[in-house]
């Protein structure tokens, strides 16, 4: 059973760069495509990042394009999340996923999941 460990996180005042980061137990066609949501308080689970591990192709929601930049290490097996000039609508809590592909990590159905890993940012 593939499993995804996250780190990193925590408080961040505005402006400021906080970086994640999510381990995966295996790398495989099955998990080509890994990725970051967020879900605020009384809000949905949206997609922020995405990233493949054969080609490295990356995918981006607009809120975040330009401020923050996915990335991957092969020999670690792991996907960074770099957030700089975070601002408070940034804070949520943030998980990194796993599917076969990109479209189907963004659908949401089937993602493995991380556990999850707070972000706050004040202003």
């Known amino acids: 059973q593939v499993q995804l460990a996250e780190s990193g996180g925590g408080l961040a005042q505005a402006g400021d760069s906080l970086r994640l980061s999510c381990a995966t137990s295996e790398r495989s066609f099955r998990t080509d495509a890994m990725g970051w949501f967020r879900q605020a308080p009384g809000k949905e689970r949206d997609i922020v990042a995405a990233?493949?591990?054969?080609?490295?192709?990356?995918w981006y929601a607009t809120s975040v394009k330009g401020r923050f930049t996915i990335s991957r290490d092969n020999a670690k097996n792991t996907v960074h999340l770099q957030m700089n000039s975070l601002k408070p609508e940034d804070t949520a809590v943030y998980y990194c996923?796993?599917?076969?592909?990109?479209?189907?990590?963004?659908?949401?159905?089937?993602?493995?999941w991380g556990q999850g890993t707070q972000v706050t940012v004040s202003s």
């Open positions: 996923a796993a599917h076969a592909s990109i479209p189907r990590l963004a659908q949401g159905d089937l993602n493995i």
């Open positions: 990233i493949t591990w054969s080609a490295g192709n990356t």
